[in-house]
């Protein structure tokens, strides 16, 4: 249980040079396992205070090579929404 945060679609699926989620670096991450690389890989949910919602993850990785070394923050937001990251209660932004 310690390791499922809630996580807006954005932020999970965000997939392209121009709006990088999760997604982005975990593609990047398996392009390099399919050459039989080692990956240490950590994904930390960041929460401020006693907030119930992660503000965003940082995401770590890095390849026995070197050829891969990825330490970004992914904010938790999604377009169009407004999240109460204490509450969790999520609203539409028009």
């Known amino acids: 249980m310690e390791n499922i945060f809630t ?5 999970s699926e965000a997939n392209d040079s121009s709006s990088k989620g999760q997604k982005y670096f975990e593609n ?12 240490k890989y950590r994904v930390k949910a960041l929460y401020v205070g006693s907030n119930l919602v992660p503000s965003g ?17 992914i904010p938790n937001v999604q ?3 407004k999240v109460d990251y204490k509450t969790g209660q999520v609203t539409e932004v028009k």
């Open 57 to 73: 993850t940082e995401i770590e990785a890095k390849s026995d090579d070197f050829s891969l070394e990825i330490h970004v923050f």
């Open 79 to 81: 377009p169009n929404l």
């Open 7 to 11: 996580q807006t679609v954005w932020a």
């Open 28 to 39: 990047m991450i398996h392009k390099v396992q399919d050459k039989n690389m080692i990956i």
